[in-house]
């Protein structure tokens, strides 16, 4: 499995801003989709958000207009900007990679990355 490690969570008040990256040592983001998916306590794995290899950004409608993803091919890593957070977007955040953004069977996953949105 392609192995990618995400950063940048933590402990965040409602209507605050966080940025999370997924990034890889040992292959090129370059040539995949990356996905970001989470899960909160009690509930199924969502995805949240993905780019394409062209760069090209899927969101689910949860975060729309609130969270942004973008590729930074210099560093092999992909940022999920996400403003305006809720207590509901308090969970464990992944990414993984594929070929493309269906995600069917991902090649790799992180281990995660805690997001809590509380006051």
């Known amino acids: 499995q392609l192995q990618l490690v995400e950063s940048g969570g933590g402990l965040v008040q409602p209507g605050g801003s966080l940025r999370l990256s997924c990034s890889a040592s040992r292959f090129n983001l370059d040539y995949y989709a990356i996905g970001w998916f989470r899960q909160a306590p009690g509930k199924e794995r969502e995805r949240v958000s993905c780019v394409t290899r062209d760069g090209i950004g899927e969101y689910a409608d949860s975060v729309k207009g609130r969270f942004t993803i973008s590729r930074h091919n210099a560093f092999n890593m992909v940022d999920l900007q996400m403003n305006s957070l809720k207590p509901e977007d308090t969970a464990v955040y992944f990414c993984?990679?594929?070929?493309?953004?269906?995600?069917?069977?991902?090649?790799?996953w992180g281990k995660g990355t805690l997001v809590t949105v509380s006051s």
């Open positions: 993984a990679v594929d070929s493309d953004c269906r995600m069917v069977n991902a090649l790799g």
